[in-house]
């Protein structure tokens, strides 16, 4: 990867404004100006601006909604939080910190949980992103994400496509950017598959960042030997904005809402459907909840949601998909089969690659790799259902940072080094058993 590492170090610095605000795209736009972008001052047009000193209200959305630490000594009292519906997101040796609403907190109380400190969101962001840097428009809503991944199929129409895989539930479309030299948009392929997804989760802003990065990545290197070789053998798919209602609902107000799920307007009119505990994998018997208002709402049953269910229509009708993963953030982790059982996967040669892959790529993120109900049982789970349904190599990664809202500095970083891992995964995507 020392191709990359000199693309970084040369990372041109000439002046480029084609992301801020509402400036067309530029048409010579490249890898390297992309990223001189990321690390440029800010635009005038604070797409995802920093939560504010300054600010005199919380959102209606914050209200009532606290940052909780709970004690939790292992991963059955883990896997025991998830389902009075805390939405963990910090683990500690003998405790979980995680965000909780109103019947949340009941359930805590009312089941004996121990709740070692609780503080408003409201709080919690003010003490948080006080020190961010004011960089944060380097981020893509939905529309500079759409019209990015235009360019990018524009500027490479013999070898990437751009489609719609459905709509969500407010009615925008989940693209899909394909890097394949010989099909294109939704025509079958014999040739074997890779899917890259972002953003299940809607304020894992970084997760849409690093596949989309990672697209322009790849194309910007199409004439690179290894790069060339995967075009022309493999069918690559990248989706870097699956939950795009519930990006654009995290960031509408100007301040962040801590909004995880998508935008399913629920029985008991609460919003939103966790899709990542939506898919038909133990559908709902773990480390899920079934309460509608919940973080970890699992839905009214398996693939109740446009999104999980596109993401299902999708991967059927491919069955040439091998290696896959879903990005999320936060935690600097590489997840594998199963997250819904303490079982292993049954396959030992499966076992096996999970193990190898997720090593290897762990060595060049820096990520720990592991099993991923090592760290607690949730079930619905995207990865789970990809492997079990379609026999895909389906990793979770858990991108870095110190929370959800790490600022624009880390983009240029969190990009490179998960373009290693995704490239390496490539290289084993036409016979994952070769890496063993
Ligand atoms: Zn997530």
Same mark, same amino acid.
């Given at each position: 990867?020392?191709?990359? &590492?000199?693309?970084? /170090?040369?990372?041109?610095?000439?002046?480029?404004?084609?992301? /801020?605000? @509402?400036?067309? $795209?530029?048409?010579?736009?490249?890898?390297?100006?992309?990223?001189?972008?990321?690390?440029?001052?800010?635009?005038?047009?604070?797409?995802?601006?920093? !939560?504010?000193?300054?600010?005199?209200?919380?959102?209606?959305? @914050?209200?009532?909604? #606290?940052?909780?630490?709970?004690?939790a000594a292992d991963k059955r009292a883990r896997t025991r939080l998830l389902?009075?519906?805390?939405?963990i997101?910090e683990i500690n040796k003998d405790?979980v910190?995680?965000?909780?609403?109103?019947?949340?907190?009941?359930?805590?109380?009312?089941?004996?949980?121990?709740? &070692?400190?609780?503080?408003?969101?409201?709080?919690?962001?003010?003490?948080? %992103?006080?020190?961010? !840097?004011?960089?944060?428009?380097? #981020?893509?809503?939905?529309? @500079?994400? %759409?019209?990015?991944?235009?360019?990018?199929?524009?500027?490479? !129409?013999?070898?990437?496509?751009?489609?719609?895989?459905?709509?969500?539930?407010?009615?925008?479309?989940?693209?899909?950017?394909?890097?394949?030299?010989?099909?294109?948009? %939704?025509? $079958?392929?014999?040739?074997?598959?890779?899917?890259?997804?972002?953003? *299940?989760?809607?304020?894992?802003?970084?997760?849409?960042? $690093?596949?989309?990065?990672?697209?322009?990545?790849?194309?910007? *290197?199409?004439?690179? /030997?290894?790069?060339? %070789?995967?075009?022309?053998?493999?069918?690559?798919?990248?989706?870097?904005?699956?939950? !795009?209602?519930?990006?654009?609902?995290?960031?509408?107000?100007?301040?962040?809402?801590?909004?995880?799920?998508?935008?399913?307007?629920?029985?008991?009119?609460?919003?939103?459907?966790?899709?990542?505990?939506?898919?038909?994998s133990w559908?709902?018997?773990a480390g899920?909840?079934?309460?509608?208002?919940?973080?970890?709402?699992?839905?009214?049953?398996?693939?109740? @949601?446009?999104?999980?269910?596109?993401?299902?229509?999708?991967?059927?009708?491919?069955?040439?998909?091998?290696?896959?993963?879903? #990005?999320h953030?936060?935690a600097s982790e590489i997840l594998y089969p199963w997250g819904g059982s303490d079982a292993d996967v049954?396959?030992?040669?499966d076992r096996q690659?999970f193990e190898k892959v997720g090593a290897?790529m762990g060595?060049?993120?820096?990520y720990r790799s592991y099993k991923s109900s090592e760290m607690y049982v949730a079930t619905?789970d995207?990865c789970d259902?990809?492997y /079990?349904?379609?026999?895909?190599?389906a990793f979770t990664f858990e &991108?870095?940072?110190?929370?959800?809202?790490?600022?624009?500095?880390?983009?240029?970083?969190?990009?490179?080094?998960?373009?290693?891992?995704?490239?390496?995964? &490539?290289? $084993?995507?036409?016979?994952? #058993?070769?890496?063993?």
């Open positions: 990867m020392k191709r990359l &590492l000199l693309s970084l /170090a040369l990372a041109n610095l000439l002046p480029y404004t084609a992301f /801020a605000g @509402e400036t067309p $795209v530029a048409p010579n736009i490249s890898f390297d100006q992309l990223l001189s972008h990321l690390t440029a001052a800010p635009a005038e047009t604070a797409v995802i601006p920093e !939560p504010s000193a300054e600010r005199a209200a919380y959102s209606p959305e @914050e209200a009532g909604r #606290y940052w909780v630490t709970v004690e389902e009075a519906g805390l939405d997101v405790s910190s995680g965000v909780a609403g109103a019947y949340t907190l009941g359930q805590l109380s009312s089941k004996a949980f121990t709740v &070692l400190s609780k503080t408003t969101l409201a709080q919690r962001a003010f003490s948080v %992103t006080k020190d961010f !840097p004011a960089g944060d428009a380097a #981020y893509h809503n939905f529309r @500079e994400t %759409t019209d990015l991944l235009r360019e990018m199929a524009a500027k490479n !129409p013999d070898i990437a496509s751009l489609f719609s895989i459905g709509k969500t539930v407010e009615g925008r479309d989940i693209w899909c950017l394909r890097i394949n030299s010989g099909a294109k948009g %939704t025509a $079958v392929s014999a040739k074997p598959g890779a899917l890259y997804i972002g953003n *299940h989760h809607a304020r894992e802003h970084l997760s849409n960042e $690093v596949p989309l990065l990672l697209a322009a990545w790849l194309l910007e *290197h199409r004439n690179d /030997a290894d790069i060339k %070789t995967y075009i022309n053998g493999l069918d690559i798919y990248i989706i870097p904005m699956l939950n !795009p209602d519930g990006a654009e609902n995290d960031i509408k107000t100007g301040s962040y809402q801590y909004y995880r799920k998508n935008m399913s307007v629920n029985a008991d009119k609460s919003r939103g459907v966790d899709l990542n505990r939506n898919y038909d559908w709902c018997e899920a909840s079934n309460y509608p208002g919940a973080d970890t709402y699992c839905g009214p049953k398996a693939f109740s @949601e446009p999104e999980s269910q596109a993401v299902k229509k999708f991967i059927e009708a491919r069955r040439n998909l091998k290696t896959h993963i879903s #990005y953030s936060y049954p396959s030992v040669k690659v290897e060595k060049l993120t820096g619905g995207s259902w990809a /079990a349904a379609a026999g895909i190599f &991108l870095e940072g110190r929370g959800f809202y790490p600022g624009a500095a880390i983009i240029t970083g969190a990009v490179a080094r998960n373009i290693k891992a995704a490239v390496y995964l &490539l290289s $084993v995507t036409d016979n994952p #058993y070769k890496a063993i």
